[in-house]
C-alpha cells in the first residue's frame, strides 16, 4: 500500500466533495457576511481534501492534519477568513 498514489474510488470522492464545496459556497455567498465550512473524509490525511479545493478554486482555506495552523494571531485562519 505504501507504493499506491491513488486507490479505488478516490476520483469519484473528490468529485463528489467538489459538490459539497460548491453548495457551501452557493449558501455562504447568499447571506452576508456568511462562511461556507466542509469538513471531508479522511483518516489522518487530507488528500481529497485537498484534490477538491484545488480543484474547485472557491475555497480560501484548506486546513490539512499534516500542516500546523494558527488559528488566531496575525498569520491566523481567523484573519484570513475575516
Known amino acids: 500500500m505504501p507504493l499506491i498514489d491513488r486507490s479505488f474510488g478516490f476520483n469519484t470522492a473528490v468529485?463528489?466533495?467538489?459538490?459539497f464545496i460548491?453548495?457551501?459556497?452557493?449558501?455562504?455567498?447568499?447571506?452576508e457576511h456568511g462562511v461556507g465550512i466542509v469538513r471531508l473524509m479522511?483518516?489522518?490525511?487530507g488528500y481529497?481534501?485537498?484534490h477538491a479545493t484545488l480543484a474547485s478554486r472557491?475555497?480560501?482555506v484548506c486546513l490539512?492534519?499534516?500542516v500546523y495552523?494558527?488559528?488566531?494571531g496575525h498569520a491566523g485562519v481567523y484573519e484570513r477568513i475575516i
Do not use: H, M, W
Open 15 to 19: 468529485q463528489e466533495s467538489i459538490k
Open 22 to 31: 460548491e453548495s457551501a459556497g452557493t449558501e455562504a455567498i447568499a447571506c
Open 42 to 45: 479522511g483518516r489522518y490525511c
Open 48 to 50: 481529497i481534501a485537498v
Open 58 to 60: 472557491d475555497v480560501n
Open 64 to 66: 490539512i492534519p499534516e
Open 69 to 72: 495552523f494558527q488559528l488566531y
